[in-house]
């Protein structure tokens, strides 16, 4: 896991170091698009490029979330035109892990479409919850809002982390994909507590 973790890192600095904003974009959409490459290594170092002073904080930022955006779209069109039959048939071909996205279906079944936005920043689902909403045909244009919210969110936190940690990059690399689990745990559990609210709300 280390190993597969130090050549993403090593492919995602080549991607941003040798296309700019335009090699942030490629990489959150690859991300969005159900790729498993962590947006837990690609927004710090597009801050540590920040801090360098290769780029601005905020064009980062938003070349970041739009590509985001696109990689969403991309999966949840792939959703509503192939559908399940598709994915179970071509899948394995664009690396759609079939249990994490079965997995990911369950969360989006039982909340609803607020999914997509918690989503944006929770591991595994963040990579996948485009899909789903495309299956279960979700309205685009809020499918399109709630993940642009969400991804700027964590886009803009992600990235002022990795400027602020700035000439300490290569020591703490590896230790942004480990945080991104501990973070999304917190959230998930936030998460369940209030859908338990309403769902015993509605019981009483």
Known sequence: MEALITQL???VVHIISSFGYAGVFLAMAIE?????????IILPFTGYMVFSGHFGFWPAVVAATLGNL???LVAYYVGVWGGRPFLKRYGKYFFINARELAWTERI???NGE???????VLPVVRTFISLPAGIARMNPLKMATYTTIGAFLWCTLLVFIGKKLGEKWDTLKPLFHRADVVVGGVIL????????????GKKR
């Open 70 to 72: 696109f990689g969403a």
């Open 189 to 200: 559990v936030v998460l369940l507590y209030f859908v338990w609210k309403h769902v015993s």
């Open 9 to 11: 890192g090593e492919f």
């Open 114 to 120: 607020i999914t997509v936005f918690i989503g944006r």
């Open 32 to 40: 969005s698009a159900c790729i498993p490459l962590p947006s837990e």
């Open 108 to 110: 989006f079944e039982r």
